[in-house]
């Protein structure tokens, strides 16, 4: 089995959005390269730099993708489409959009709590990671003990209010050392969790 993981683009203050959900300037280096990067899922083609491009290859290995549900309206649910198609489950206590799914094949499960999301999750991965999307599903798996690795793409700008990547959380975390991958205009960093420093907590 795979890791349990996040990652955000995220501002030198902390923010991984504006109050409304924009990115801005976080994602600029998605476009700021040579190389032609398409990732199954996207109808998009990023132009990132050489590092860049390589990490990001480098990391794309989740073999499924838990979402919260105001990142899946937000998106629309990437019109059906996942980020690197692959199977994923929306944490939500509310039904699906009624002109939900918007193609046939659509591979989205809606769930209702975080235990079944993950148990569901592991199954549709099986050796591939999990990804986690929506600083609010990050912020329950860090409180339940059951995210393995954290990443930030460090933008270096100031956003000076939005949403943050860590916020609520029960208790202090602990991390071992970052993998530092250094890209134009952006820092790529990853840290494993420093496991038994933070008992699992009920999951809200």
């Known amino acids: 089995m795979g890791i349990v993981f996040a990652s955000f683009s995220t501002s030198l203050d902390g923010f991984i959005a504006r109050p409304d959900n924009h990115v801005g300037p976080l994602f600029d280096w998605y476009w700021n390269g040579d190389v ?116 930030i793409d460090l933008v270096p700008v100031l956003l000076g209010s939005g949403i943050r990547y860590f916020d609520h959380l029960d208790e202090e975390v602990g991390f071992e050392d970052p993998i530092v991958v250094e890209g134009n205009r952006v820092t790529h960093l990853r840290y494993r969790v420093k496991k038994g420093q933070c008992p699992a907590s009920e999951v809200r």
């Open 36 to 151: 032609e990067v398409t990732p199954p899922g996207y109808p998009i083609t990023f132009h990132m730099t050489a590092a860049s491009a390589a990490y990001w290859k480098e990391v794309s290995t989740e073999g499924a993708f838990i979402t919260g549900r105001r990142l899946f309206d937000f998106t629309s649910g990437w019109g059906g489409s996942p980020p690197n198609d692959s199977p994923t489950f929306v944490l939500t206590h509310r039904p699906p959009p009624a002109d939900w799914p918007p193609r046939p094949d659509a591979p989205f499960t809606f769930v209702n709590d975080l235990e079944s999301a993950m148990t569901q999750a592991k199954e549709a991965a099986g050796d591939g990671d999990i990804g986690v999307a929506g600083p609010n599903v990050a912020q329950q798996c860090l409180n339940a003990g059951l995210l393995d690795e954290v990443r």
